[in-house]
DNA sequence: TATGAATGAGTCTTCATTCAT
DNA sequence: AATGAATGAAGACTCATTCAT
């Protein structure tokens, strides 16, 4: 019943992709809550009424956004390994690498971060989309490993392990923890866990 | 500026209690944005005036039920351990007793949890609770863990694997993964974590 | 903060400035306090929420309306004079007009009147426009009068000598007292105060 | 049908006056609206209930501080004259230490006195009782004048006009007018007005 | 005589969405 | 394809007043 239609001309395009990009910025700056349908249009120089061509409601705005910038929001580690095959010997500078990148990028998008996890709680079409990503995440990564019966089960365990690392030490701060010890046991841990997939 | 205030006669300790106990189920149920004070006024059957003569605002209510609430949603591990000391023969059977009351706990509270996850995002003093609760349960767990230089951060990493592990149980279920395996693999690793802290 | 637009339609610009006359008229007839945003909105036959794009709130439509009716309510006697030079001879005329116009104005708009001294005590921004309106009053009006070093500060006083004794016959009426006498009192006294300023 | 009584014991009396002082003053500090009954009930030490056993509602509390104090904030200047006769040779001086006295009351109750001029617009009954204060103070000024057909309504013009200059001085401030000119000339009119008032 | 808990109608204000142009 | 004016339901919050005790 939502009437939304595609854009054809080459500035609609842009327009719609504005929207996308602008609009899904400004929710993710000062929460989704806190920005209206106008302030979005106005932030993307468009028109209030253009919004409800191309998209259904506020939140289909969030969702395409999403889509487009969750992955490289929430698993910035994948796009450190090129076509590398992970063996015993290089593991341990790769992990080291792919844990930086991810401090590196939530700190950039603490913000972004905290409000898609937020609001991927809120709406389970969200929620979706970001299984969806984590299972592409693990997907991708698992091309770099070795084969091994429970390969997958290994490296989604790898990628929670470190982002939940890097949640603690950004996030959390509890005063009174060894952070650099916390980190140095998760290395430790992934690295046993690994340790039976090496070939030969 | 806010003039609220205590409530004296018992039946007002009621109304209140009321207040938090169903505003903040509700609130849990539908989602924080869904419900009104009003909608709350009506459900504890009480006017929407008492409200504010209680509570600051709606957050105010949430934030109170997220105090009394939030450790038995969030960690009902807590609730197992008496003061039976850990060692390495019971431990396996206490980390599946764990995870299994974790499951449990979670499951019963799917929403809850959904919701106390995203407005813990959202709002920063909420954020501050959580924080709080999270080290109160690892301070409580580590009572039942032997003694090791580094005891702190393991028990914080054990109770993160767990709580991690349940959500991939729980709410992700992709299609294609061995949880089974996931969960023999999170125990495994978690048992080697702590293997260097038992005595002799 | 406040994010308040211009209307640029012809027809727009006309429901604004129907906000501004209705509101304002039912403001001062049943008082500031006494009439809600749903009211105007409902008489001036627009929206709750356009009211909110066109003015920043309650108070705002009251500054309007004062900002435009002012003048008129408050100084009717400006209207009187066109670009008659006041001499010795013609004055005492022009004085009994300018009051005889005062009190017929006052009369018809009380309730305004009223509302807008009221308000212009409450509202120190109100309070300023007042100001100003009264000293563009005296301006205007020290353009009739003959040069004389402290002119402007005498027709002042005689702005508030006349609007004085116009308050006094209309709203106090105190039973017992010779207004007949008053006027011709104040009037006498206004005469007096100006013979110094006439040329020759 | 309002149901209101009459402190009979001593320390209801107290309570009720308290009720009245503290009222009235806070609601000349901060404006009649921006004060709650349950605001005076705290600063009163006094319950909220109480308040309606011994006034109508807010207004009265009100009303009842401006039957006490309204004469002395309004008309300061009545305080000055003792018995002393009026006369052509003393008048001067006392008419400056009137003007005094007034700019120095006012001064001091700038907001209560615009209050009470904001009020008195609103409500009639209000009105009516500054009227009436008006009264008394141009009969109890009287008593020091001379005998005149109409000095009656030459006091009540002097009042008036002291009233006028003091507000002139005090509120408006416009800059460009010289107020020591205002006065001497106000002085001047005054005392014109009064020289066919006394004896011989 | 006094309390203070409780009421609930009423106010301002916001904003996602629609619609005439 | 685009505009931006307009809607109006819904929300948070206040406060004079009542009432059970």
Redesign the pocket.
Known sequence: M?NI?????E??KE??QRIIDIGFKLMCDKGY???????I?TAA?????????YF?????IFTSGTKLYAQKIMFPMLELLGNEKITRENFDKILREMIKKTLDAHTLTKNAHKELMSMSCLDNHLFQIFNLNEEEATEKLLLNFPHHPHIKEKVHLLINMVDNLCHEIIYHQHPGYDYEYMQEETIKLIEYMLEDTYEN
Chains 1, 2, 3, 4 share one sequence.
């Open positions: 939502p239609r595609e854009p054809i001309k500035s609609s327009k719609k809550h806190n920005v209206s349908c106008v302030d249009a120089h468009v028109s209030t009424g253009l919004i409800y061509q259904n409601d506020k939140l289909d």
